[in-house]
């Protein structure tokens, strides 16, 4: 932070507030692949909250946290703009629709073997 601080002419707290402000900005390097659970209106109505759950104890996360082998990152989205097929999911950069706990464990399983991609079911 220091060094764009100065390259901007700004002060650390300026660019510390930026940073934690806007949810893709990152102070650490995230996991090889990002799990994006939403938390929108229409995805909880259809049942994201239990995912989140299901999620969270699968990798043994909370939000904004990376598994020990750094191949996962969980975060909060607050729209993935499918909300007609909720509840959704992006992995990457791949959103899935009507996702369940059974199907991202799937997800999940195909990625912590090497050089998979995320495919929809």
Same mark, same amino acid.
């Given at each position: 932070?220091?060094?764009?601080? =100065? ?8 660019? %510390?507030?930026?940073?934690?402000? $806007? ?14 659970? &939403? ?8 049942? =994201?909250?239990?995912?989140?759950? %299901? ?8 939000? %904004? ?12 989205? $607050?729209?993935?703009?499918? &909300?007609? &097929? ?26 912590? #073997?090497? =050089?998979?991609?995320?495919?929809? #079911?």
């Amino acid at each position: 932070m220091p060094v764009i601080a =100065s390259a901007l002419n700004l002060s650390d707290a300026d660019i %510390h507030g930026v940073i934690t402000f $806007y949810h893709d900005f990152k102070q650490e390097k995230p996991g090889k692949n990002t799990i994006q659970i &939403c938390r929108a209106e229409a995805c909880q109505a259809m049942g =994201s909250r239990q995912l989140e759950i %299901h999620a969270k104890a699968k990798l043994g996360l909370d939000w %904004h946290e990376t598994t020990a082998d750094r191949n996962f990152t969980l975060e909060p989205v $607050y729209c993935l703009g499918n &909300c007609a &097929c909720a509840p959704s999911v992006k992995i990457n950069d791949t959103i899935l629709a009507d996702m369940t706990g059974e199907k991202l464990d799937q997800q999940i399983e195909a990625l912590s #073997l090497p =050089s998979i991609e995320v495919k929809e #079911l």
